[in-house]
């Protein structure tokens, strides 16, 4: 039984809005999951959907975080320190998106690197990040502040300091046992203080489920979604760790 309900897992889901659905236009999220030999990768990104491109953006978003982290372990043109790995982020993305302008695929950028001993996390723009830890005491967040209105509305890799308005940190893994990222889609619909017990109840309920079930759970969970007159794309990625 423990081959299908493994402790260690990392399952992700996105669907497209209502609104978008009406409007007949792409899903402007994208996520990627990543399991390698020395770490695991997840990634969200939420193209902004007042830009024409904006599924362009979050698409090479995921693609260009995927690489700079690649670089960074291999220790390849110096990406071995944290500063290195967000240049070269932006400047993969810009390059991803060509030949359209950056401004016209603004996106967001939220990702998660765990290795053995650490865990980084790192958050451009709305969306969140949830560790669970252990304990209660050692529960982290990394979200939006819902009572600014304006609070992170406009950060995106194209705005021309997005390296330093990055929002990372860097937390020893052994504290904790579980990781839930959402795009804006989701985690827009929560006050704050309701990350973790919503993190918490999704995490233990996609664990207890065999592996193959766990994508259909989670787009499933999505697509009837309870806010009423809720129109933006959702996309969720939950991992244990």
Not at 31 to 46: H, I, P, W
Not at 207 to 212: E, I, R, S, T
Request: glycine fraction near 8%; hydrophobic fraction near 40%; charged fraction near 25%.
């Amino acid at each position: 039984m423990g081959l299908f309900h493994d402790s260690r897992f990392v399952s992700g889901a996105s669907v497209i809005g209502p609104a978008h659905v009406k409007k007949n236009i792409p899903n402007q999220d994208s996520f990627l999951v990543k399991r390698g030999r020395k770490y695991t990768l997840m990634v969200v990104s939420d193209g902004m959907g007042s830009k024409p491109f904006a599924d362009v953006g979050s698409s090479a978003a995921c693609r260009a975080v995927l690489k700079g982290v690649q670089s960074m372990v291999a220790g390849k043109d110096g990406a071995t320190s944290l500063d290195a790995l967000l240049a070269n982020i932006l400047a993969s993305w810009k390059q991803m998106v060509k030949p359209y302008e950056p401004a016209d695929c603004s996106a967001t950028c939220l990702f998660v690197f765990t290795t053995k001993r650490k865990i980084l996390t790192a958050r451009l723009g709305d969306g969140m990040i949830c560790l669970l830890g252990k304990t209660a005491e050692k529960d982290a967040v990394s979200s939006d502040n819902k009572d600014d209105t304006f609070s992170n509305a406009t950060l995106s890799l194209s705005d021309s300091r997005a390296t330093s308005e990055f929002s990372v940190k860097i937390y020893d893994r052994a504290d904790f046992c579980g990781v839930v990222m959402s795009s804006d889609g989701i985690s827009s619909d929560m006050k704050n203080g309701q990350e973790i017990p919503f993190a918490q109840d999704l995490f233990n309920e996609v664990k207890k489920k065999f592996f193959w079930n766990r994508r259909k759970f989670l787009r499933k969970m999505m697509e009837q979604w309870p806010v009423p007159h809720h129109t933006d794309d959702k996309t969720i990625i939950v991992a244990g760790l």
